[in-house]
């Protein structure tokens, strides 16, 4: 398996590490976060500049037709800056959703207006009682007038407060946990009947609670209730993205730690020189090498044709990196004393934000039993 990156993937990298530290420092992060929409609609519109929202589309709606490697490389760059915007929502969930199941002509007409800036989705597809099953869907649509009325709700729908439009999933026909009979909708956010209440998640990135009554919906994503096969793949991209952000996280706070302990003193002497501080350092950077091998294997996943080996392989990664995040945030927070548990220091918000990556799309202890219950 070839690891090296391309010359066009190593410029994207760089183009995207200079905006981010030119622009997104932690003093610039706490300004975006006090905005309306909880995120920079300049920093957007740099995205855009730079071809980061087309990155996965095909030139001909305006991308660069770039892969799962490439929205890790700039996921990386976003987890090292607590990035706020919602990319993942927008270019890898809800764009994602789109490229696969979208007509030619739905694909037209959203797709280069994501590149432009101009259009921001989120996936609406998780439900209260559903935990993390992707089948357990309860919000129903029933056609009438020639297009579907939609009656549910949706929970944790990541920057669904700030979307223009919706990709809400439904069920038009089978039981609740089924997975055949789900539906994927394009919802416009100002429909009638759609209601939505947005809030800061814990690591101040935003999400919204949705309620859908007697919503009309004219426009499906592929065919009435096979959706399923979608929702699994616009899910799985995004663990993919969020390892690759994990990753970005992880590296910071080692970097973080290691200038801590090389300046911090205790007893007329840099904490650093202390033995088992030492050991607490090396053991954060195994994590995180480990944490960036699962997040590659993630990335270089999200095309495996096969579901089923497909399915394997991202939940092995979605583990891997979760574990080690947690394990390196977790000797951060410890190594920085007091300091690290403030508000006005960077480290506990890396902290918070590895630790909601962790339990998002299936914690742990899921992405566990769904691997023990294929050798049982």
Known sequence: MDFDLSDDQRLLADSV?????????FEA???????DTGWSAEMWGRYAELGLLGLPFAEEHGGFGGGP????????????ALALEPY???VVLGGGAVRLAGSAAQQAAILPAIAEGGLKLAFAHSEREARYDLADVQTTAKRANGGWVLDGAKSVVLHGDSADKLVVSARVKGERDDPDGIGLFLVDAGAEGLARRGYALRDETRAAEISLTNVVAAEILGEPGAAFGTIARVVEAGIAAMGAEAVGAMETMQSMTLEYSRTREQFGKPIGTNQVVQHRLSEMLMALEQGR???MLAAMSVDEPDAAE????ISMAKIGFGQAARFVSQQAIQLHG???MTEEYAVGHYFRRALVIEHTFGDTAYHLARLAAEVE
Do not use: C, P
């Open 17 to 25: 590490t200079r905006l981010m530290a030119d622009r997104y420092g």
């Open 29 to 35: 992060r706490k300004g975006f976060v006090k905005q």
């Open 69 to 80: 490697v490439d929205v890790m490389l700039v996921m990386q760059e976003f987890g090292r």
């Open 88 to 90: 993942l929502a927008t």
């Open 293 to 295: 091998s699962m997040a």
């Open 310 to 313: 497909r399915a394997r392989a």
């Open 338 to 340: 007091g300091i690290g």
